[in-house]
């Protein structure tokens, strides 16, 4: 009997090894699958940036002879706004200079124009320095002290790895840039108060005015208290994550999933120079990456269940100093709890919310005020910047945009095309926020171990979810294939050598796991036009 026993039990161990065998060797095949598709779309793109490169060039030299220099100031629209944009931060100022040089006439209204000292938008992803190139504004990261950023350093439990952007299809200038946040919304104002058509004025938008169920313009109070009503056929509300307006133009749902605390190193010399750091500590992941020659930016994350010590009675010091500091990088530990010590010390909500089509007539939302994702990532201006190509690209043929039902239901294309660059993003920084956090539940822990493995593995294991990731490879199906690639071969990991009743189950449990996290992120991302994405050059 016991040696029956036995034998039964060497059978089924034979059989799990070898399905532990078959994970890794699934794992292994999905990824060949992913770096096949991967190479002929770089190859395609590589054909596509060489031929553009010319076009390129010959318009940064005529953008070249305006004038950058000089004092926010108003531009020279004359006669009524076609466009009435709100809010000029990252996506309006960006938005009001590429529709301006279109030869709209834009009114863009912004409550404070002097520069903003926030800690959000630090980090713009490669994906978002090429956007930024196609709407003619790369030169608003220079003479800005804009750190050049190549990649990731990621940290686990004292081990360290580099993951480089895959950068050698492109042109030597393309990488991601950080930079001080207001530094590169001054240098966008001051290029869209340049362009001619465009009116940049600072007011507070206090209303939309709707007529009939149209969007016919805005009610704003000038800086001096004035109420002033203005008219436009287009209005874009571009008023950023605490949007006042979105409420009448959609039904936002926004979630909290986090805060993050925020400190600035000085002369700290970083493991990776010129790379972002993520480092996977308890309870969730911390971000650090330089934005000025001598300034590294850390941010903290704060779990939404758990209370954020206070800043005042001194509680934030004391946990930066005694949970923070040990899971820190030691290379950075004297310059943050000098940064500690001098008291400069934030406090950011992050906020996610899915894009969800305005059904109005005459109006539109653009950047955070449309959709928001944790900032993880930092994909947020890579996904605004994206928006704005497409939305230009959309609006440029239109002579008249008088026809407010018209437009709006031309205009209903955007949300699609939008969706491979956004849906790749956002998912992405809503799944790895969740796999970086730590857990109590062990096949979470695992997911998480096995996501710092197969990074490490480099070539196609890094490059595919860094290529995702940095907004250079806009494909949601790639991301979930990597995605079933981690939970696999953390599957085979668990198998092999030894597998065991216990650990099949674990497996079982990790692969359940890791299909709760993505796919509900999918599904809110829109399974449709995710799997069938619609190309703006079908349109026009
Ligand atoms: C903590 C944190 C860190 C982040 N880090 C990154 C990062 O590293 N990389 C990245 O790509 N993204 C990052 N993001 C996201 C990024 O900051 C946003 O996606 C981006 O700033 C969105 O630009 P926006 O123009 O929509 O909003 P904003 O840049 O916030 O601009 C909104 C503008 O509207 C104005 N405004 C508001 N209300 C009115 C009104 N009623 N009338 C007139 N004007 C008005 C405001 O004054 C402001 O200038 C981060 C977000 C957070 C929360």
Redesign the pocket.
């Known amino acids: 009997m016991a040696s029956s026993i036995s034998v039964i039990i060497t059978k089924m161990n034979n059989y799990i090894g070898f399905m532990g065998f078959m994970g890794i060797a699934i794992a292994f095949a999905l990824c060949f699958f992913v770096f096949l598709l991967d190479f002929l779309s770089l190859a395609g793109k590589k054909k596509i940036n060489n031929e553009t490169q010319g076009e390129e060039e010959e318009r940064i030299n005529n953008n070249n002879s305006e004038s950058e220099e000089g004092p926010i100031s108003q531009g020279r629209a004359d006669g009524d706004p076609e466009i009435i944009i709100?809010?000029?931060?990252?996506?309006?100022s960006a938005l009001a200079c590429s529709l301006g040089k279109d030869g709209r006439r834009v009114l863009v209204?912004?409550?404070?124009l002097s520069e903003?000292d926030r800690?959000?938008?630090?980090?713009?992803?490669p994906g978002?320095y090429l956007k930024l190139i196609e709407l003619g504004l790369e030169d608003c990261v220079e003479g800005i002290d804009a750190q050049r950023v190549y990649g990731y350093g990621l940290f686990k439990d004292g081990k360290r790895t580099r993951l480089s952007y895959p950068l050698e299809n492109y042109r030597s200038d393309v990488s991601g840039r950080s930079f001080h946040?207001g530094r590169f919304?001054q240098k966008m104002r001051v290029k869209a108060a340049k362009t001619p058509n465009v009116r940049l004025e600072q007011?507070?938008?206090?209303s939309l005015i709707e007529e009939n169920g149209t969007v016919k313009g805005v009610n704003?109070k000038t800086k001096e208290g004035k109420q002033i009503t203005t008219y436009a056929p287009l209005t874009i509300v571009?008023?950023?994550?605490c949007?006042?307006?979105r409420r009448s133009l959609c039904n936002p749902k926004v979630d909290i999933p986090s805060s993050?605390v925020?400190l600035i190193l000085k002369n700290c010399q970083l493991p990776y120079p010129n790379h972002g750091h993520v480092i996977l500590a308890d309870p969730s992941p911390m971000l650090m990456y330089p934005i000025s020659s001598f300034e590294t930016r850390c941010?903290v994350d704060i779990p939404g269940g758990q209370k954020v010590p206070s800043i005042s009675n001194g509680e934030m010091a004391h946990y930066l100093k005694t949970i923070v500091v040990p899971q820190l990088p030691p290379e950075v530990h004297t310059a943050f709890i000098s940064a500690i010590d001098e008291g400069n010390i934030k406090v950011?909500?992050?906020?996610s919310m899915p894009a969800t089509p305005c059904s109005t007539p005459g109006a539109i939302l653009?950047?955070?005020?449309f959709n928001?994702r944790h900032?993880l990532t930092?994909?947020?201006?890579?996904?605004?910047l994206s928006d704005i190509v497409v939305l230009r690209k959309l609006l440029k043929p239109l002579d008249d945009l008088n026809d407010a039902v018209a437009l709006n239901e031309y205009l209903e294309v955007f949300y699609s095309i939008r969706k491979p660059v956004a849906s790749t993003i956002n998912t992405l920084a809503g799944a790895l926020y969740k796999v970086f956090s730590a857990s109590d539940d062990q096949a979470r822990t695992e997911l998480r171990q096995a996501c710092f493995d197969y990074l490490s593995l480099g070539g196609v294991f890094s490059n595919g979810p860094v290529a995702l990731l940095s907004g250079l490879n806009p494909k949601p199906l790639t991301l979930v294939m990597h995605f079933f690639a981690v939970a696999i071969y953390g599957v085979g990991r668990l198998l092999l050598p030894f597998p065991s009743f216990k650990r099949a189950f674990l497996g079982a449990r990790l692969i359940t796991d890791a299909s709760s996290i993505i796919f509900p992120i999918v599904k809110a991302e829109g399974i449709k036009q995710m799997v069938f994405p619609v190309s703006i050059d079908s349109i026009l």
């Open positions: 709100v809010g000029a931060g990252v996506a309006g209204i912004e409550r404070d903003p800690i959000v938008g630090e980090l713009l992803q978002g946040n919304i007011g507070t938008v206090i704003y571009c008023d950023g994550c949007s006042n307006l993050f925020a941010l950011a909500t992050n906020r653009l950047g955070d005020a928001m900032p930092g994909g947020g201006m890579t996904v605004a």
